[in-house]
């Protein structure tokens, strides 16, 4: 089955989910970030982690136009700042996000032509477009990119979607979307072990390893060309081919590629193709480094963990009265889940710098799963790391950014508990020098917030995705101190709606997240949505897999008499 019958097959499989409601009264909340900090301004009296491990009691951070003037203890306010009080607030770098695709959107795919031949197919077809800059399908309004900043994302660095060579990455700041919030182009080329499909060349992970070598060698040799024609006479005019000079930033080392990997034979596999060929290497979607340690350290490859967890529904399974064969099974599953947990703790054992990327992750899960990451052996000052100093330093842009310093962007997460603690929460976010204000509530003894709005009932959504438009039915329940529920779906086999389960209803303040499968062509596909609630109104996110983030929008159906 080919990627777009599969992605339409799912499309149909979406789900209710809730308003981001992000111009209420700036008085009480302001999402929006419509204050931007544009003269001197000194918050005082906050502890301010300037950079892991190195904390501040009492202290005063001064910022003009978006900048860090002065921080610490004994900071001289002048007289024309105006101060913010930070009693009991616990300020830090803003995070950065290694490897993201908020907001960016897949290019159409172009027509085959009439002579079209899989084995040979143009390069545009055969997902081979290094040329391409993330930035013309970038969107800062996106819903995904507020939804990132508000777990304390500042700065990340966007990825193109598309197949095994889909384009050149840049760095933005998530900030105001009025501004272009560009910190850097072509800050690396993004490659996947993935080829276009649909019977054509390369259409498997190994045929994308030669076409690779392919082409790198190529690029090799037209750079060469190019390099001789231009210091000798007497040479033939080197032909011009826009796919192998998207290659040159590579061969000099001006930038890395950045591939993405599953599992740790296409970490092998990226690594093989690093040493046949020489190029700076950046591995992202990491989840199964410890095979593979001593390998990223000889390449000196620099890592992106990914923020994705798996679930753990096998760890609460009962298994006393299976078979022998079925325990010995689920045993080794379990192992297998509880060493995904500790891949972090493994790479800051090892001494791997390593940073966080959220491709194929959720906003929503980044402090809880970084928190059970640091529960599994990961220390507090690594996990800091992870989202401050060493992304910055894995993308060169530590002169600027991922500590709180004087000179550099005056980015930063307000906390109204120590980052990690049970209690924590974010107040504001400074992200290029606006100000992200989000209502703190308070929390029930098991760390959740309380629920402000109530969602039992039947809600009716509507979802769109390139594939159109596709809506149903959920039907909330509570059921003591939980929620049960079903949605309903356009049943991608036809034949009218089908139904799923809706897993880990969870309401936090305002902020609903749930999760369901859909079954499609054979596949058992997650789907995973989120967003905030005002009224009887919802808007947010869902997540269908590895196809994308698409907006949706619900609204309660009155309850009848």
Request: glycine content about 14%; proline content about 0%.
């Given at each position: 089955m080919n990627l777009i019958t599969r992605f339409r097959l799912q499309v149909g499989a979406i789900v209710l989910l809730v308003l981001l409601n992000f111009s209420t009264v700036m008085a009480q909340s302001d999402p929006t970030g419509e204050r931007r900090v544009t003269g001197t301004y000194a918050i005082k009296n906050a502890t301010i982690t300037t950079s892991p491990g190195k904390t501040v009691e009492n202290a005063t951070i001064l910022i003009k136009d978006g900048l860090i003037l002065a921080v610490g203890a004994n900071v001289t306010i002048p007289k024309e700042?105006?101060?913010?009080?930070?009693d009991s607030l616990y300020i830090y770098p803003g995070f950065i996000d290694g490897a993201s695709n908020a907001g960016v959107s897949k290019p159409t795919d172009p027509d085959r032509p009439s002579n079209f031949n899989p084995s040979n197919p143009p390069d545009e077809l055969a997902g081979i477009t290094p040329w391409r800059s993330v930035l013309d399908y970038y969107d800062g309004n996106n819903s995904q990119v507020s939804e990132w900043r508000k777990v304390g994302f500042t700065i990340a660095q966007i990825l193109p979607e598309g197949g095994m060579l889909p384009g050149k990455a840049a760095i933005v700041t998530l900030g105001d979307a009025s501004s272009t919030n560009v910190l850097a182009q072509q800050t690396a080329m993004s490659a996947k072990f993935r080829g276009m499909g649909r019977g054509m060349y390369p259409g498997t992970q190994l045929g994308v390893i030669a076409k690779f070598r392919d082409l790198y060698k190529n690029a090799t040799y037209?750079?060469?060309?190019?390099?001789?024609?231009?210091?000798?006479?007497?040479?033939?005019?080197p032909?011009?081919?826009k796919t192998y000079e998207a290659f040159y930033p590579v061969l000099d080392k001006n930038i890395p590629i950045i591939f993405e990997v599953s599992n740790d034979l296409e970490i092998r596999r990226a690594l093989s193709l690093q040493k046949e060929n020489g190029f700076n290497i950046v591995l992202t979607g990491v989840n199964e480094a410890d095979a593979v340690i001593d390998e990223i350290k000889a390449a000196n490859a620099k890592v992106l963990l990914s923020i994705k967890l798996p679930d753990d529904k096998v760890t609460k399974s009962k298994v006393e009265d299976k078979s022998e064969e079925v325990q010995a099974r689920t045993k080794r599953v379990i192992e297998a889940y509880e060493l995904a947990l500790k891949q972090a703790a493994i790479l800051e054992e090892a001494g791997i710098p390593f940073a966080f990327g959220s491709m194929g992750g959720r906003s929503a899960d980044l402090h809880k799963n970084i928190k059970i990451m640091i529960e599994n052996g990961l220390s507090e000052t690594a996990a800091l790391s992870a989202l401050t100093t060493n992304p910055a330093n894995i993308l060169g842009i530590q002169k600027f950014a991922g500590s709180l310093e004087k000179g550099k962007l005056a980015n930063m997460v307000i906390m109204s508990d120590p980052i990690f603690s049970e209690d924590a929460q974010i107040k504001h976010v400074v992200a290029d020098g606006y100000i992200f204000t989000y209502d703190i509530s308070k929390k029930k003894k098991g760390g959740d917030e309380e629920a402000t709005v109530a969602i039992e009932g039947s809600w009716e959504y509507v979802s769109d995705t390139p594939a159109g438009s596709s809506g149903g039915i959920m039907d909330i329940k509570?059921?003591?101190?939980?929620?049960?529920?079903?949605i309903s779906y356009d049943d991608p086999a036809g034949?009218?709606?089908?139904?799923?389960?809706?897993?880990?209803?969870?309401?936090?303040?305002?902020?609903?997240?749930f999760s369901f499968d859909v079954s499609a062509g054979g596949m058992s596909i997650d789907v995973s949505v989120s967003g905030d609630i005002l009224g009887d109104e919802f808007s947010g996110n869902m997540s269908l897999a590895d196809f994308g983030t698409f907006p949706l929008n619900a609204t309660k159906k009155p309850k009848r008499n």
């Open positions: 700042a105006q101060i913010i009080e930070a037209s750079s060469e060309h190019g390099r001789l024609f231009a210091s000798n006479a007497g040479l033939q005019r032909e011009i081919n509570k059921d003591g101190d939980l929620y049960t529920g079903t034949g009218g709606k089908a139904s799923s389960e809706m897993k880990d209803i969870n309401i936090s303040g305002n902020y609903l997240t």
